[in-house]
């Protein structure tokens, strides 16, 4: 549960993104023991938040880190996670990126195509490595999720497609430069029906026995993120349940003997430890409607203008017993998707109040942009207030 220090925030400029870092902490450390429980690897999807101070916290924790761009691995080294703890994904891996991943001998290439593991096999060659890949295969397997955050469809362009996967092994034979280390999987983000993971195991297990029967072991399975947070109710619900989720693989899915399962979790492990704080400008009485205007904007949080995704807008300055009015919270970017809900009943709210866009950690601060010529908003942190 977070709580937030209002009286301190008088003093600072909003919109600002604000890091229950304790909150942060606990869910890491659930995060690690249930996945320790079964000597599950989890590396921390820094897609999801790159803030230097949330990825010290998560390296000091000593899980892994999954990258998908060479910008990304610079960051992981520059915070001091270790090479051979980076795994690196991604459909269009420029040339730069993957002789930084070789030069610093990463651990591992989550191979999206043939044409990019013929160029890594190449890259490898001229500078005298051999790489580490895994096969990253669309498992055509449905995640009941936004239509824009699914990626394991065969309509979706990541991963070597089944009907391709025998051609693509077979090249991979010839290939010297390269080492074949297992399978990868990802099918799709912000997945709280556990029935899905479900279906991938089943999915995973019947190509387990596919490459083992082509005499292929696949010394690592990773099955990707994609675990979902409450964005209902973050207050209540702070952590998602990695209990029940872990254990999905551990009864769904048959590891073999020697096998390693790693995880690659984002929005899980940050989102809900992020908040988006905000004063109220105005509130102004439309025809229809009456809007809150907030000074956060789509350039702050773009996740309601993109995904249409809802979070929770909470008043931190009204009482709770405070008389509810219906908003429309919008912000002050000049395009109508610059909302953050529609018919939101929140206490009465008056110029200079602050409401807190909840659950942004995952997602949030990385995908700030400057539209408007914006200034891109500051960080806090729970810790130093
Ligand atoms: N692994 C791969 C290969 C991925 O593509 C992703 C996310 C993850 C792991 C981490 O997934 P997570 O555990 O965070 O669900 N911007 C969107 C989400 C895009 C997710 C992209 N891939 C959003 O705001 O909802």
């Known amino acids: ?12 400029k909003t919109p600002f993104y604000y890091y229950d870092m304790s909150l942060l902490e606990d869910t890491l450390s659930l995060v690690k023991k249930e996945s320790e ?20 916290k998560i ?5 892994g880190i999954d990258c998908v761009s060479g910008y990304e691995i610079q960051k992981a080294l520059e915070v001091g996670f ?10 269009g891996k420029a040339d730069w990126e993957i002789e930084l991943g070789l030069k610093h001998d990463i651990y591992c290439f989550n191979v999206e195509s043939l044409p990019e593991l013929e160029i890594i096999n190449e890259l490898a060659a001229k500078n005298g490595k051999k790489a580490r890949v895994a096969f990253r295969i669309n498992p055509n397997v449905q995640a009941d999720t936004h239509h824009y955050i699914t990626t394991g469809l065969d309509e979706n362009k990541f991963g070597i497609s089944m009907p391709d996967l025998e051609s693509v092994l077979d090249r991979m034979k010839e290939l010297e430069n390269v080492q074949f280390e297992g ?20 999915r995973v297990n019947e190509l387990q026995e596919w490459f083992i029967s082509r005499q292929l072991f696949p010394k690592v399975i990773n099955v990707g993120g994609g675990f979902g947070i409450d964005y209902d109710d973050p207050q209540n619900n702070p952590i998602s349940d990695f ?8 009864d769904f899915l048959k590891l073999k003997a020697g096998q390693e399962l790693h995880f690659e979790l984002g929005r899980s492990v940050v989102g809900q430890a992020g908040n988006v704080i905000s004063r109220v400008l105005y509130v102004k009485e439309g025809v229809k409607t009456r809007f809150a205007i907030i000074d956060a904007g789509m350039t702050d949080l773009i996740r309601p203008a993109l995904y249409q995704a809802k979070h929770k807008i909470e008043s931190l300055s009204a009482s709770s017993d405070a008389k509810k009015v219906r908003y429309d919270v919008v912000g002050p970017i000049c395009e109508s998707s610059d909302s953050f809900g529609k018919a939101i009943d929140l206490p009465e709210l008056k110029r200079g109040d602050f409401v807190a866009l ?17 200034e891109e908003p500051q960080a806090f942190y729970s810790d130093d207030f």
Not at 187 to 200: H, P
Not at 243 to 250: D, G, I, P, Q
């Open 1 to 12: 549960m977070t709580n937030f220090p209002t009286e301190k925030f008088k003093e600072l």
């Open 37 to 56: 429980k079964y000597d599950f690897h989890v590396h921390y999807a820094i897609k999801a938040n790159a803030n230097d101070r949330v990825l010290e």
């Open 59 to 63: 390296r000091s924790k000593g899980f």
């Open 82 to 91: 270790s090479p051979d703890g980076i795994v690196f994904a991604g459909v």
């Open 183 to 202: 399978m990868h999987f990802h099918i799709g983000s912000q997945i709280t029906d556990l029935d899905n993971f479900k279906d991938l195991c089943t």
């Open 243 to 250: 209990a029940s989720y872990f254990k999905v693989f551990k």
């Open 358 to 374: 909840r659950s942004a950690g995952a997602y949030g601060e990385v995908m700030v942009s400057r539209y408007n010529l914006r």
